[in-house]
């Protein structure tokens, strides 16, 4: 029984109990994998993010606000914001990107001091909008399918990949001292980056999507993930590319420390397909296990201030 009231025509718990959930694992790799991302990768690595910076009129007492522009794979240009601190050096860097809710604004109540914060957009969505890319996420999501080379979210990962790029342009002396916080969307896509990228030493994951395909596209859910399965209900030869994209798979190559914020009831993100990441990361992730993610419930504010003192305790190592 869900631990809510709420509307849906099905249970955003699925059924799993917390221990139901701890115990679920990843897919198969498929073969090729990490082969597959590791020449993406290093064919990335071999690019120039060429960042500007804009600045913007903020009275904030903390933080120095600038429109950001940089350059990513497929000849692309991206948008996002910088913050940095106005009475403090920069000694380190995080990437936070965004949810498939998109961004209007940066964050600045993360609790990281000291640090230059770049708050990117992903291609085709926000500031970065544009590309022959939909905007909207049920299209955006499924864009560029069925070829595994030019589904967007392999796009995506690119431009996270190319954020720590930017970063570290704009601020050598982060290098050693750069973490990442995704947020469903970009939580999965962090799973897919990170997996790779040795420039990323601490990271977040926050209600990750991409987790377990054949699982969480078998739930009934809301949003993109319905899209996402709709889809692949038409068009089954995906299935020989989509595994390629699944985040628990890539998590199982993660080494660094990640702190993963996984839901026992979400109607957008299935809590098994969040939990099969966080079980695949083994000794490399650590459990902050919310009551709900992508839901509106009374002791959500409190458990949102733990959460940001967890993220403050988890990157303080950095």
């Known amino acids: 029984m869900s631990a809510f ?26 073969p090729g994998f990490s082969d597959y991302w590791r020449r993406r990768h290093e064919r990335v690595r071999l690019l120039s993010a060429d960042p500007t910076v804009q600045p913007v009129e903020s009275n904030h007492p903390e933080w120095d606000e600038f429109h950001l522009t940089f350059r990513t794979s497929d000849d692309l240009n991206l948008g996002g914001w910088l913050l940095t601190p106005k009475h403090q050096p920069v000694t380190r860097g995080f990437i936070v990107a965004h949810g498939y809710g998109g961004r209007q604004a940066p964050d600045h109540d993360l609790g990281l001091e000291g640090a230059a914060l770049l708050f990117p957009c992903s291609r085709g969505l926000g500031l970065s909008r544009g590309g022959n890319i939909p905007e909207n996420p049920d299209k955006h999501v499924v864009h560029g399918l069925p070829h595994r080379d030019g589904y967007v979210i392999g796009g995506c990962v690119e431009d996270v990949w190319m954020s720590v790029t930017a970063l570290l342009e704009l601020f050598p002396q982060a290098e050693g001292r750069t973490g990442f916080v995704g947020t469903s969307f970009s939580g999965g896509v962090g799973a897919l980056a990170m997996a790779w990228e040795d420039r990323l ?118």
């Not at 139901?20 to 198969?28: F, K, N, S, V």
């Open 5 to 30: 009231r709420h509307g849906y025509a099905f249970d955003p718990a699925y059924g799993y109990s917390k221990e139901d959930l701890l115990q679920i694992g990843a897919p198969e790799e498929p």
């Open 201 to 318: 030493q601490r990271g977040v994951l926050k209600v990750p999507s991409f987790g377990h395909h054949r699982l969480r596209l078998g739930c009934s859910t809301t949003g993109s993930t319905r899209a996402l399965a709709r889809y692949a209900a038409r068009h089954p030869a995906v299935w020989q590319d989509l595994p390629f994209f699944d985040a628990a798979v890539a998590a199982r190559h993660i080494r660094q420390p990640v702190l993963v914020a996984a839901a026992l009831f979400d109607p957008v993100v299935p809590p098994p397909a969040q939990f099969a990441i966080h079980n695949s990361l083994g000794s490399s992730g650590t459990l902050f296990a919310l009551t709900a993610g992508h839901f509106d419930h009374p002791g959500k504010d409190d458990e949102e201030a733990r959460l940001r003192a967890a993220v403050t305790s988890h990157f303080s190592l950095l």
